[in-house]
């Protein structure tokens, strides 16, 4: 079992700039890929970025490259999204994810999740 906690979600003006935190505990993630994934009411979860365990392999949706950076600190078992310019069309809710082997972008593939931490862009 693999245990995730999000933090860092908040209200922010449309520009500015949050970053995630997600706590991971109960196994070794090195070999685990870590991702985020946002849903807002009545919509799918959608994939965010991903990054893989030892080679840290990244990918990201494609709307969101270049504004959200996701990073991993195996030592420390954290993944973090460093997400700028934050627009209001972000606003959502932010869940942590994992799963062994590689990066896909389907959330049915994800075995483990955070309960998500809320994220508010005010225009």
């Known amino acids: 079992q693999v245990q995730l906690v999000e933090s860092g979600g908040g209200l922010v003006q449309a520009g500015g700039s949050l970053r995630l935190s997600c706590a991971a505990s109960?196994?070794?993630?090195?070999?685990?890929?870590m991702a985020w994934f946002r849903q807002t009411p009545g919509k799918e979860r959608e994939f965010v970025a991903a990054v893989s365990g030892s080679r840290g392999n990244t990918d990201y949706a494609d709307s969101l490259k270049g504004r959200f950076s996701i990073s991993r600190d195996n030592a420390k078992n954290m993944v973090y999204l460093q997400m700028n310019s934050l627009k209001p069309e972000d606003t959502a809710v932010y869940y942590c994810?994992?799963?062994?082997?590689?990066?896909?972008?389907?959330?049915?593939?994800?075995?483990?999740w955070g309960q998500g931490t809320q994220v508010t862009v005010s225009s």
């Open positions: 109960g196994r070794t993630l090195t070999m685990y890929v």
């Open positions: 994810a994992s799963r062994r082997t590689v990066i896909t972008r389907s959330q049915g593939d994800y075995a483990y």
